[in-house]
């Protein structure tokens, strides 16, 4: 029987380089006026450098895009000429207006709608993040009841430990959880390898073959999909 569904959070329920581009305007505009040094240095699209430099120094931190932007923001404030105080205070001020701004994203359709119904059916509902979103924060701790994040879990999927945890914390076997995700490899392989479930989200309607149990093009199409799966289950279960 089919207790539990999980979701990936970035270009699944909405897309994440609207959300990203727009946090990171919102922090140069307040890095401008608390460490102007840093805008006279460096630009938005001085970023990926940034980010590149740091994870050649620190390729430990991969999984976590927040320990990479913390690092990322260090990095650009020393490179700006601030003191080792200075670059410590400001990094973590301008990351909490980052990760502020990150939180305000714009669902895509029929994604709340698809969340309630679900809900109302009684299906526990979590998610499986390798950013840095909060479903608190974000507006979905009204239908999600628990979240696992890389940043938390040390491992990014499709490493089997977020999947292994969540299982854990629900307390169910892989047969009785569906895992639904956007990325082939960290959502639909991540989930086949630990033995659940899983829907393809294919939005842009990809042509490519994807070993999911089900794929949908519009999220308004979950709900039977999960029935689907849900009569599947029990017809395996009796056999």
């Given amino acids: ?67 990479i932007r913390l690092k990322q923001l260090e990095h650009g ?70 979240q696992f994040s890389a940043d938390k879990v040390g491992t990014e999927k499709p490493h089997p430990l977020m999947f292994e945890q969540m299982l854990h914390h629900v307390k169910l076997r892989p047969e009785q959880v569906i895992h639904i995700g956007d990325n082939p490899d960290h959502d639909i392989e991540g989930a086949r390898n630990v033995g659940l479930w899983s829907i393809w989200v294919n939005l842009n309607g990809a042509d490519r073959h994807v070993p999911a149990t089900r794929s949908v093009t519009c999220l308004s199409e979950i709900p039977a999909a999960v029935e689907e799966i849900r009569q599947l289950a029990e017809q395996r279960a009796t056999i």
């Fill in 1 to 67: 029987m089919i207790k539990c569904i999980t979701f990936d959070l970035d270009d699944t329920l909405w897309a994440v380089n609207p959300v990203v581009e727009q946090a990171n305007h919102t922090l140069m505009e307040w890095l401008a006026q608390n460490a102007e040094a840093f805008v006279k240095t460096h630009s938005i699209s001085d970023f990926p450098r940034l980010r590149r430099e740091v994870l050649e120094r620190h390729p430990e931190i991969s999984h976590s895009v927040t320990q």
């Fill in 77 to 146: 404030l020393r490179l700006a000429g601030y003191s080792e105080e200075e670059t410590q205070t400001l990094t973590l001020q301008a990351f909490d207006v980052f990760l502020e701004a990150r939180q305000q994203v714009t669902f895509f359709e029929h994604a709340l709608s698809m969340l309630q119904t679900l809900h109302s059916q009684g299906y526990l509902l979590g998610a499986l993040s390798n950013g840095n979103a909060d479903i608190h924060k974000v507006g979905l701790s009204g239908v999600m009841d628990f």
